[in-house]
């Protein structure tokens, strides 16, 4: 079974501060992984997603990810936060199950910007 | 112009009663989902259709009866509600069944039981 660990459910940074959250995740195949956004009262939206190919990914609002298969992490990073990042990040692991698409999700993130 | 709606968005009920949500999607996908996402945020999945046929099935009571009239339309049936059912369903659409595919997310239809 594929599963994900987010480390921190609570992470505050300073606006303009370097944003970092952390995802490590388990499976015995290769992963497809994705990170995603909540914000208060909304749907989930894709920030960015690995598959193949290159190892750091860019994504949408100045976000991206790295993929280690050495360290099976997929932390999400962004230089300098924004009080509009402030929401509920997800980490997802993909996995072919009976054959369907399941994305599983981590526990998630929820991201405080202080002025 | 969304491209994946859920209705109703808020639904409050007493415990006992049957309800139902509806979802469709305009992105021509193949696939689609029930997600549940508990109080303290926690998303499971709960079903997965592949134009009309269903083809993930988790640990859900029978009371929970998903329905697929069209691969554009995956509709939620629950029976008997419980307190335990109240929750955020989300409703997803993928535009593959095989892995790495992304989800497209509806916003959600908030169940309260009472």
């Known amino acids: 079974a594929q599963s994900v660990t987010q480390l921190g459910s609570h992470v505050s940074v300073s606006e303009g501060a370097l944003v970092l959250l952390r995802c490590n995740y388990s499976?015995?195949?290769?992963?497809?992984l994705f990170w995603y956004v909540q914000y208060p009262n909304q749907g989930l939206q894709l920030l960015l997603k690995?598959?193949?190919?290159?190892?750091l990914v860019k994504g949408i609002n100045g976000f991206e990810a790295e993929f280690k298969k050495s360290e099976t992490s997929f932390h999400l990073t962004k230089p300098s936060a924004h009080m509009s990042d402030a929401a509920e990040y997800f980490c997802a692991v993909s996995g072919v199950t009976g054959g369907g698409n399941k994305l599983t999700f981590g526990t998630g993130t929820q991201l405080k910007v202080e002025l | 112009d969304t491209a994946v709606s859920q209705t109703p968005k808020y639904l409050v009920t007493q415990m006992g009663n049957d309800k139902s949500i509806k979802c469709e999607q305009n992105l021509g996908h193949d696939t689609m989902y029930w997600y549940k996402q508990d109080s303290k945020k926690f998303l499971k999945i709960m079903f997965s259709y592949n134009n009309k046929e269903l083809i993930i099935n988790e640990t859900v009571p029978n009371r929970f009866s998903p329905k697929s009239p069209d691969k554009a339309h995956l509709n939620l049936h629950i029976n008997s509600l419980e307190l335990g059912d109240s929750a955020v369903y989300f409703c997803a659409s993928s535009p593959r069944s095989g892995g790495g595919g992304e989800l497209f997310f509806g916003e959600g239809s908030r169940l309260t039981v009472l």
């Open positions: 690995y598959t193949t190919g290159a190892t």
């Open positions: 499976s015995s195949v290769p992963p497809y």
